[in-house]
C-alpha cells in the first residue's frame, strides 16, 4: 500500500506516466523546443513554413494538422480589449490541432478581425503557404512584433480528451498578441500546449 501511494502521488506530480498492463515509467523529457525569438522569423513565412512546420524540421518530427474550424463569432470582452475592437464587433475564429508523429501536442484557436479576414485566404481551411501570418502580409498588415503570455495549469476534461494526455501532464496555457509595424493588433491566439512535449526558449536582449 506504501508502494501504490508513492506511486499514486508521483503521477500527480506529473513525474511518472502508468501504462495499463506495461507498468510504471519515468514521464519523458520535453522533446520540442519552442524558440520564441525564431519561431516567428520572416524567412520562415517567405520559405511557404508556418511556425509549427518550422519547429517540427528542426526536432525531426512529422507534423499535422487536423480538427481544423473556422467561423465568425462576436468577439468577448477579453480578445475585444486585445484586438482594441468594439463591443459587438466580429472577428474570424480559426481552430485546430496540432500533432507530431501522429500524436496529438497542442490546440490553436486564433482571432482576427473579420473586417481584415472576410472573404481572404484566411477564412478557409488552409491559408495557403506561411500560414495565416503570411496572408496577413499578403493584404499589407506587415507584422511588427508579437507579445506572449504564459501560464502552467492542470487540463480540463476536453483537453485531456482532445490532447490524449495521459493522468498528471499538465498544459501550458499561452496568448499571443500580433502587432503590425503601426502597432496596431491584428490576431490574437489562444494556444494549449502539452507540457511533456516542449520546452518553452526565449532569447532575450541585453540592453
Known amino acids: 500500500m506504501t508502494v501504490r501511494s508513492a506511486l499514486q502521488q508521483l503521477q500527480t506530480e506529473g513525474l511518472v506516466l502508468s501504462e495499463?498492463?506495461?507498468g510504471v515509467f519515468v514521464r519523458p523529457r520535453p522533446q520540442i523546443r519552442r524558440l520564441a525569438s525564431d519561431r516567428f522569423a520572416r524567412r520562415h513565412r517567405q520559405e511557404g513554413k508556418a511556425a509549427f512546420l518550422a519547429e517540427s524540421a528542426s526536432a525531426g518530427a512529422e507534423p499535422t494538422v487536423d480538427l481544423i474550424h473556422v467561423r465568425e463569432e462576436v468577439a468577448d470582452a477579453d480578445i475585444a480589449r486585445r484586438l482594441g475592437l468594439a463591443t459587438g464587433e466580429p472577428v474570424l475564429v480559426r481552430?485546430?490541432?496540432?500533432?507530431?508523429?501522429?500524436?496529438?501536442?497542442?490546440?490553436a484557436t486564433s482571432y482576427i478581425p473579420?473586417?481584415?479576414?472576410?472573404?481572404?485566404?484566411?477564412?478557409?481551411?488552409?491559408p495557403g503557404p506561411g500560414g495565416v501570418y503570411a496572408r496577413l502580409e499578403d493584404l499589407g498588415h506587415v507584422l511588427g512584433h508579437f507579445e506572449e503570455e504564459v501560464t502552467a495549469r492542470m487540463p480540463a476534461p476536453d483537453e485531456i480528451e482532445i490532447l490524449q494526455l495521459r493522468t498528471g501532464i499538465p498544459v501550458f496555457c499561452l496568448i499571443r498578441t500580433?502587432?503590425?509595424v503601426t502597432g496596431n493588433p491584428v490576431e490574437v491566439c489562444d494556444t494549449i500546449l502539452s507540457s511533456d512535449v516542449y520546452v518553452l526558449t526565449y532569447d532575450l536582449p541585453a540592453r
Open 114 to 126: 473579420a473586417r481584415i479576414a472576410r472573404g481572404t485566404r484566411i477564412s478557409e481551411d488552409n
Open 20 to 22: 495499463h498492463g506495461r
Open 95 to 107: 481552430s485546430r490541432r496540432y500533432a507530431l508523429n501522429g500524436s496529438p501536442v497542442e490546440t
Open 178 to 180: 500580433a502587432f503590425d
